[in-house]
């Protein structure tokens, strides 16, 4: 089963304007760590937010925000006032228990317009 | 700025040759992995090491060779491989295997088999 699924392969915004990523994880252990990455075509992966399963507040880092919906298992990260520099691909992540392994979504593509 | 280096950033090598990925971290961290990413599928988990020794081997086939002589250091030996190898191999590291810790990547080696 998925552990992760990205429904949204591909995603346009315009920019200074917000987008939000949807994340849906699956799992059913009590303690997990869910994760966002952002690669650029250049390859490298971009550890952009952190939240964890027991964290009392939605995660934020800057223009980046976690919209964590525990009961519907949901990590929608929200960017705010998208740049061009925001062009990337975004994956969701998540690691379950004390594993480090980490499960990957497929990835959403956002393509910021000026 | 994630602190892992890569090298090369790309290499095109026949099935007959032998090559190998350089990756460097330096963050302090004890934990190392390698990656694989193909195109349309999410990442793979190759190899983990944590404090030089290696805890995991995902059932990678034996063309390629981890090698950790110390925490900071990560290689990955690449010998007789075929065409489907082709991929982006990423590497990254992390304070240990502990599962809250955050794992930063590099940005990537794009390795093409002709």
């Known amino acids: 089963a998925q552990k992760i699924t990205q429904t949204q392969p591909g995603m346009f915004v315009q920019e200074k304007e917000a987008v939000t990523l949807d994340c849906t994880y699956d799992t059913s252990d009590p303690s997990y760590g869910l994760f966002w990455y952002k690669q650029p075509s250049s390859g490298e992966m971009i550890f952009l937010i952190y939240q964890g399963s027991y964290d009392q507040q939605n995660a934020t880092e800057g223009r980046y925000s976690l919209n964590f919906q525990k009961a519907r298992k949901s990590a929608n990260l929200v960017i705010s006032a998208s740049q061009l520099g925001d062009s990337a691909m975004y994956f969701c992540a998540m690691r379950e228990g004390d594993d480090y392994k980490l499960s990957f979504g497929a990835g959403t593509t956002v393509t910021v317009r000026a | 700025e994630t602190g892992v280096t890569q090298t090369p950033r790309h290499l095109v090598m026949g099935m007959t040759n032998k090559k190998s990925l350089k990756c460097e971290q330096h963050l302090g961290h004890n934990a190392m992995y390698w990656y694989k990413q193909s195109a349309k599928k999410p990442l793979e988990l190759m190899f983990v090491y944590n404090f030089k020794e290696q805890t995991e081997n995902n059932s990678v086939p034996s063309r390629f060779s981890p090698e950790c002589p110390n925490s900071s250091h990560l290689f990955l030996h690449l010998h007789t491989l075929q065409p489907e190898d082709s991929a982006l191999y990423l590497c990254?590291?992390?304070?240990?295997?502990?599962?809250?810790?955050?794992?930063?990547f590099g940005p990537g080696t794009r390795l093409l088999v002709l």
């Open positions: 990254a590291s992390s304070q240990d295997t502990q599962g809250r810790e955050t794992q930063y």
